[in-house]
């Protein structure tokens, strides 16, 4: 079963600022996405950025950024220039490729990281 | 517009006293997921419906069940409430259950047994 970790419980960061997000995951596969979900007080979760692990490139989805290390199986999340409504909780996801067996098309998540901007 | 809606917001119900959660979209996505979240922990996936296929985690209690009467509508029912099963439930739609689909999530139902 995969497993995935997120080490930082909470962050701040100024506003204007960057902050980045750690996670790690456990896989023996070779092929899955990864994600970042966003789940700001009282909202609903929304995607934040996805990476294909097929891709050697990072994702980039305007200020939010991703490094991707396969063989680490390090997935960290950069907000650059952090915005007030950048706070929320930050969730880590993994997804298998393939239906290999029960429970593995669903997402697996990280614990989150409490991200807090401070004015 | 909200696309995956959760009613009510917030539940209160006693020990013991069979509790319905609802979800509908407007995504006419195939599949529909519960999660269960924990204070300070990750999403737990319960159960999802592809189309009106009901697929159960193995760890999922026995008292809690899903019903799927239509492509809109998902329900959670959970038959005999304990004080452990307080926590927020949210409901997620996608269009197919592989690849790198976006999940959409409602906002969620926090419920309190009293």
């Known amino acids: 079963a995969q497993t995935v970790t997120q080490s930082q419980p909470e962050m701040s960061v100024q506003e204007a600022e960057t902050v980045t997000l750690s996670c790690t995951y456990d896989t023996s596969e070779s092929d899955y996405y990864l994600f970042w979900y966003k789940q700001p007080p009282s909202r609903q979760m929304i995607l934040v950025i996805r990476?294909?692990?097929?891709?050697?490139q990072n994702a980039t989805e305007n200020r939010f950024s991703v490094n991707f290390q396969k063989a680490a199986k390090s997935f960290s999340l950069k907000i650059s220039d952090s915005q007030l409504g950048d706070a929320a909780m930050y969730f880590c996801a993994y997804r298998s490729v393939l239906l290999a067996g029960a429970g593995s098309y669903q997402l697996t998540f990280g614990k989150g990281t409490k991200l807090s901007v401070i004015p | 517009d909200a696309m995956v809606i959760q009613n009510p917001r917030y539940q209160v119900t006693q020990f013991g006293k069979p509790v319905t959660l609802s979800c509908s979209q407007t995504?006419?996505?195939?599949?529909m997921y519960w999660y269960q979240q924990k204070s300070s922990q990750a999403p737990k996936l319960l159960f999802h419906y592809y189309d009106k296929d009901f697929n159960n985690e193995a760890d999922t209690p026995d008292n809690f069940q899903s019903r799927r009467p239509n492509t809109s509508f998902c329900f959670l029912d959970i038959r005999s409430p304990g004080l452990g099963d307080a926590a927020m439930y949210l409901c997620?739609?996608?269009?197919?259950?592989?690849?790198?689909?976006?999940?959409?999530f409602g906002q969620g139902t926090r419920l309190t047994v009293v």
């Open positions: 995504l006419n996505h195939n599949v």
């Open positions: 997620a739609t996608s269009r197919a259950l592989t690849g790198n689909t976006e999940a959409f």
């Open positions: 990476q294909e692990a097929y891709k050697q």
